[in-house]
T-cell receptor, first 116, second 113 residues
Framework: NAGVMQNPRHLVRRRGQEARLRCSPM?????VYWYRQLPEEGLKFMVY????????ESGMPKERFSAEFPKEGPSILRIQQVVRGDSAAYFC??????????????FGAGSRLTVL | GDSVTQMEGPVTLSEEAFLTINCTYT??????LFWYVQYPGEGLQLLLK?????DKGSNKGFEATYRKETTSFHLEKGSVQVSDSAVYFC????????????FGGGTRLMVKP
C-alpha cells in the first residue's frame, strides 16, 4: 500500500448531479478525515470517521453532503445535487488507530471536483 | 477557537535567495505544529513538525522553530531552488483529544531561475 488512495482524481459533474469521492486509507490506519480546499483558499476540515462511525462532522455542510466509512471498503464522501460552489479539491487523510501527538495525518493526492 | 495565520502570498524569490514564511497561531495549551507542502497538482506532504516549545523541525533544508513566547512557527530556508515552488501550509494539532489539523490559508512560493 503506497499510501492514501483517492479516486477519482478528477470528476466533472453538471449542476444537480451527484458526486461520489472515494478514499482508501493507508494500511493499518483506521481513522479517516476529509478536508475541502476551495480555489485560492486553505484546507477546511469537514468530517472525521472511524469504521462504521462518524466521530466529528462539525465541518460538513448541513445539506447535500454525507460521509461514510463502512466496515469493508473505502470511505465515501457523497455530494448530492451539486452546485458550482462545490467545485473544489477534496482531500482525504488517514491516521493510525492509537491517537497521540506524534501521529501525523497522511494525505491522499486529492479529488478535484468541477461542477459545470 | 484554534487558528493559524500565515503571511499572504505569492512570495516570489530568485534562486538561492533566503526564504521566510511567517506563521503564528492561537491555541490553548501546547499544540503540535506542522508545515505541509503542496506541489502543483499534488496532495499535501508533511515537510516538518515540532511537538513542544523550542523544538526545531527540519527537512530538505527547511527549518522552523516552535516559539511559545511569540506563538510562532516561521518557515525558513537559506537558499531556495526552483523546485521549491509550491504552496506551503502551516498547521496545528491541538493537545486535546482528536487528530484534526487546523490549517492556515497557505502561502504560494514562486522561485525564478
Amino acid at each position: 500500500n503506497a499510501g492514501v488512495m483517492q479516486n477519482p482524481r478528477h470528476l466533472v459533474r453538471r449542476r444537480g448531479q451527484e458526486a461520489r469521492l472515494r478514499c482508501s486509507p493507508m494500511k493499518g490506519h483506521s481513522h479517516v478525515y476529509w478536508y475541502r480546499q476551495l480555489p485560492e483558499e486553505g484546507l477546511k476540515f469537514m468530517v472525521y470517521l472511524q469504521k462504521e462511525n462518524i466521530i466529528d462532522e462539525s465541518g460538513m455542510p448541513k445539506e447535500r453532503f454525507s460521509a461514510e466509512f463502512p466496515k469493508e471498503g473505502p470511505s465515501i464522501l457523497r455530494i448530492q445535487q451539486v452546485v458550482r460552489g462545490d467545485s473544489a479539491a477534496y482531500f482525504c487523510a488517514s491516521s493510525p488507530p492509537h491517537l497521540s501527538r506524534a501521529n501525523v495525518l497522511t494525505f491522499g493526492a486529492g479529488s478535484r471536483l468541477t461542477v459545470l | 477557537g484554534d487558528s493559524v495565520t500565515q503571511m499572504e502570498g505569492p512570495v516570489t524569490l530568485s534562486e538561492e535567495a533566503f526564504l521566510t514564511i511567517n506563521c503564528t497561531y492561537t491555541a490553548t495549551g501546547y499544540p503540535s505544529l506542522f508545515w505541509y507542502v503542496q506541489y502543483p497538482g499534488e496532495g499535501l506532504q508533511l515537510l516538518l513538525k515540532a511537538t513542544k516549545a523550542d523544538d526545531k523541525g527540519s527537512n530538505k533544508g527547511f527549518e522552523a522553530t516552535y516559539r511559545k513566547e511569540t506563538t510562532s512557527f516561521h518557515l525558513e530556508k537559506g537558499s531556495v531552488q526552483v523546485s521549491d515552488s509550491a504552496v506551503y501550509f502551516c498547521a496545528l494539532l491541538p493537545n486535546n483529544a482528536g487528530n484534526m489539523l487546523t490549517f492556515g490559508g497557505g502561502t504560494r512560493l514562486m522561485v525564478k531561475p
